[in-house]
């Protein structure tokens, strides 16, 4: 089994910067993409950025030049650096990562984690 664990959230005023982590544990034998999501109340999950194993990096729209994605390998871990915040980026947001376990390695599974609340408020 793989355990995705999120940290970091809490509250910022706009323009202000947070940095989510989000770390993998478990039987892990190879770890592909992994990405952030969000949740804002009423709205459906969102894909904010996801980063691949070699490190090339997608980010929505709505964040480009404002957040940052990143991964250690060797800790099996994910970033999300978010500056210039916006009370819009309100949300949960969650932790993806496609996995290969060490009792499946055959198959890709995706992982979720609990998610973090962000809010964004003066």
């Known amino acids: 089994q793989v355990q995705l664990l999120e940290s970091g959230g809490g509250l910022v005023q706009p323009g202000g910067s947070l940095r989510l982590s989000c770390a993998a544990s478990?039987?892990?034998?190879?770890?592909?993409?992994m990405a952030w999501y969000r949740q804002a109340p009423g709205k459906q999950r969102d894909l904010v950025a996801h980063?691949?194993?070699?490190?090339?990096?997608g980010y929505a729209d709505s964040v480009k030049g404002r957040f940052t994605i990143s991964r250690d390998n060797a800790k099996n871990t994910v970033y999300l650096q978010m500056n210039s915040v916006k009370p819009e980026d309100t949300a949960v947001y969650y932790c993806?990562?496609?996995?290969?376990?060490?009792?499946?390695?055959?198959?890709?599974?995706?992982?979720w984690g609990q998610g973090t609340q962000v809010t964004v408020s003066s």
């Open positions: 980063i691949t194993s070699a490190g090339r990096t």
């Open positions: 478990g039987s892990i034998f190879s770890i592909y993409t």
């Open positions: 993806n990562a496609q996995v290969q376990t060490i009792a499946e390695v055959t198959t890709v599974t995706s992982y």
